[in-house]
């Protein structure tokens, strides 16, 4: 699929602020299930700094504005082009060990639902292992936006039994971290206008690592593997630590904050 | 059955001759007003920190010793060598772990000792700082058991704290007894602060154009080694700076100056990792610099010690430092590790529960003689409650025996009394890999104490190495 993406995150201050600092894992890297073509990032009156590929094999800009700033639009604009792996990610150079990420942070650590719910499946291999874990937690806890927060840890989300997709992915990859399976957070895009759910351009979904296979992605939101609808931006322990955008003002102006996103096909 | 500095098989050894004349016809009522010139010194200077962050009333005055330590010249020698060969390999492997990994593939360490230590950050992977150095400032804490038998008990590659002590301490011998000074040949160590500087300015960043620039980041004053932070930087002629006097602009780390934004090549930071960038590691850090990891890892500036330092020296990878030494440098450890047993091995396990009454216990992120057990010292019901603990998590302990720790002659009420010791010597990693001839010893005051922590009752003295 050529998938064409235009993300214009807009931040407004009520008191004019004197500096906003930013770094931006926005660009996704090619690999097998995506071939990045053209990709903009636009950041209104800022400058863009450090530009590196971290060990993960994300690409970060570290941008600055100088205030005083009221209003600061980051856009990206861009052209992707994917194919179905099969959820498996494939070509992407990183060099992080996947064992660090066994590690439970703040909001994947377990409580003793998630512990029973992990230990209570069973799995012919590590694979069949997390493809059942991940419908488990599919079922578990329903789509529901609104319910809960960024903060949200996958414990609080398991106790009210609904959520959205960064819910489902922090509860599967606390999930697979306890039966010993490496897992991440990956942030993107989804193309979803074909199948006509309810759920956001900008998505989340988790990655397994399993033994030979290496990184797996699992999306317990919509019970699937990420094919050609899915664009890959970057991956973390968790929703923070894969942000695409973080961020901070200096200054004593409130901040809110508009987000569009738009995914569309386009044709060769 | 300890070994004695000062007497052996009842002889005043060399090193201790002159001390020990020094000693014997220095009337009582001149050592009790020497020593209040000495309390009275450190409390103008204002030196009241605890070492190695221990925590406590930051208030309080360490005891001062006023009977040097001495080491002979070629004792020193032999210890030099040791210290910078472990600071080698110390350094090769976190090069190599935030790398390739080699050492784990060829199986010599464990990969979860280094992969899931919560001191091992994602974030610097595939990095190589400039001269591949991650830690400039090896504090390499050393205990000595007989003539020739020194061993290493820890290592510390973050930020090691008390070499302000090591520079005080000389500072006000010299000061009051200038007689001691002419009369003996004692190598100096206040041109550690120079090589610290030079130290840090060898590890600038490829960008930087001309001098670099070099700052001390430090949490606040209420930190308790705020007065190292300072004094550090007033020796090097640097700024001491906090998170908030600095900022990050373009791809560059910028302090605020009266003269404008100053850019900012080196920072010796103070501060632990999580604190560092509330945009890379913990979000609600009010002690960093928003954006500084991003321009670190792309090269636009140099931290000292390198976050994610702290994996080559908690107390399990400790076990593999010699195992480092040899696959590294392919040499034979010229220091000597303490034979420690790792609680997570089964048969470590066994071992030490059934041998609790005889062996200090210690966690493996602890520090500053809390959280441990001294089994020879503790009563049957704290060996009882330890080994609960211990039952709980045997990964987080390991155990080694109680070390004979030397003694050294220490004033006390009724004269001078053997006391034990161990020594911090600071081993500085830029171009060269170098340290001054010296160390902070510290020293448990009370009559047969083992724990020479300031928290427990320890103090500090000033550290001699003689000229040839």
Known sequence: MRLKITHETSYSYDTPVEALVQSLRLTPSSHEGQRVGDWRITVAGGQRGAAFRDGAGDWIEGWTVRGPIDLVSVTIDGLVETRDTAGVLRGHRESVNPMVYLRQTAVTKPDDALRDLAKSIQGQDALDLAHKLCAAIGDTIEYMPGVTQSQTSAAQAMEQRQGVCQDHAHALIACARLRGMPARYVSGYLHSSMDGKPHDAAHAWAEIHVGPLG?????????????????????????????????????????????????????? | MYYNEMLDGGQVRA?????????????????????????????????????????????RLIPFDMMPRVFLQSEWRK?????????????????????????????????????QNEAYEKAV???????????????IDIVRT??????????????????????ENREIMMRMFPGLFRNNRIEPVDQYSELLRRTLASVAPAKCEGAPTIVILTPGHFNSAYYEHSFLANLMGVELVEGSDLFVDGGFVYMRT??????????????????????????DSMLGVPGLMDVYRSGGVSIASAPGAGVADDKAVYTFVPEMIRFYLGEEPLLQNVQTWTLWKDDDYKYVMENLADLVVKEVHGSGGYGMLIGPKATKAEIEDFALRIKANPGNYIAQPTLALSTSPTFVEEGVAPRHVDLRPYCLCGDRVELVPGGLTRVALREGSLVVNSSQGGGVKDTWVLSE
């Not at chain 1, 919509?222 to 931006?233: G, I, K, Q, S, T």
């Not at chain 1, 929703?239 to 955008?245: G, T």
């Not at chain 2, 090193?15 to 450190?42: C, G, H, N």
Request: with cysteine.
């Open chain 1, 215 to 268: 990184w797996v992605g699992f999306d317990a939101a919509n019970a699937c593997c990420p094919d050609e609808r899915y664009v890959r931006l970057g991956s973390g322990y968790d929703a923070q630590d894969a942000a695409p955008v973080r961020g901070m003002a200096f200054g004593i102006g409130t901040e809110s904050m508009d987000v569009r996103v738009h995914v569309e096909e386009v044709q060769q």
């Open chain 2, 15 to 59: 090193p201790y001759a002159m001390l020990s004349d020094w000693v014997e016809t220095m009337p009582s009522e001149i050592r009790q007003m020497k020593q209040a010139e000495a309390e009275a010194l450190f409390r103008r200077i204002g030196i009241t920190f605890a070492v190695y962050g221990e925590g406590g009333d930051p208030d």
């Open chain 2, 79 to 115: 210890l030099e060598r040791g210290i910078k060969q472990r600071a080698r390999a110390l350094n090769a492997f976190l090069r190599d772990v935030y790398g390739r990994g080699e050492i784990v593939r060829a199986g010599r360490i464990p990969a979860q000792l280094v992969y």
């Open chain 2, 125 to 139: 992977v595939g990095i190589v700082p400039p001269r591949g150095v991650f830690s400039h400032i090896v504090g």
């Open chain 2, 146 to 167: 007989g003539r020739d038998e020194f061993f290493v008990l820890e290592d510390n590659c973050r930020t090691p704290s008390g070499v302000s002590y090591m520079l």
């Open chain 2, 258 to 283: 009266t003269q404008g934004p100053k850019r900012v090549d080196v920072i010796y930071r103070r501060i632990d990792d999580p604190f560092l960038d509330p945009l890379c590691f913990r979000k």
